[in-house]
């Protein structure tokens, strides 16, 4: 089956990032729902190591703006909501509940470093991106963000629980005033091999 033409526009190809934010709030329920979308989207052994902290209070925003570059400080200000996407790099303790039908997973990860951090920062890098498509399923616009200080906002947001902050994605309704033009993508022959 193929979703409709209207549902591809939305999610991809009319999908905009925003740089500018209308004053409109993003409730609870609606911060859920994005989140019960999300958590759906498949990870390897369904380790699920993404974890996010939705920022929403002028306090909390105060605590980001010193770990944020100059140019992305004005626009997560006024961004209803801006998210943290982290992850667990101790996710494998969870693996019991979520992988029940191999009790032995938790120790591919106790038992390589290496194994565990990778696995960590590709399926939660993969769950961010999960995030923002669902964001586009119920009705938010968003803007993703990697400039900023990810150790100055794992010591000011997760010195007690030892998650790492991964990248940023402001959400809300965006104003498409003075939306730039969207800068042009990689054809098929450029990014694909078919053999
Ligand atoms: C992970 C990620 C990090 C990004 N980091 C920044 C950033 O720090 N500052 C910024 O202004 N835009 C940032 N962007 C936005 C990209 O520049 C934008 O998505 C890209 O140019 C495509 O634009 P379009 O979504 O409007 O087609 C980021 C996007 C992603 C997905």
């Not at 999908?15 to 709030?25: L, M």
Request: proline share 7%.
């Amino acid at each position: 089956m193929t979703i409709d033409a209207a549902t591809i526009d939305a999610l991809f190809r009319e999908a905009r990032t925003q740089n500018k934010w209308k004053d409109e709030p993003v409730s609870d329920e609606t911060l859920t729902e994005l989140y019960d979308i999300l958590k759906f989207g498949p990870t390897s052994a369904n380790c699920s190591p993404a974890r996010f902290v939705f920022i929403r209070s002028k306090d909390a925003k105060q605590r980001l703006s010193p770990a944020l570059s100059s140019g992305n400080r004005d626009k997560t200000m006024a961004a209803p909501v801006t998210v943290i996407v982290a992850y667990d790099p101790k996710f494998y303790d969870k693996l019991p509940q979520l992988f029940p039908a191999n009790p032995d997973a938790v120790k591919w990860f106790t038992s390589n470093e290496s194994l565990a951090a990778t696995t960590a920062f590709r399926n939660g890098t993969l769950q961010g991106a999960y995030l923002m498509t669902a964001a586009h399923m119920v009705g938010l616009d968003v803007g993703g963000m990697s400039g900023f200080d990810n150790a100055k906002v794992d010591a000011e947001f997760f010195a007690y629980s030892g998650w790492r902050s991964n990248f940023l994605v402001n959400l809300g309704h965006g104003d498409t005033a003075d939306l730039p033009p969207r800068p042009p993508r990689l054809s098929f022959d450029e990014a694909c091999l078919l053999l």
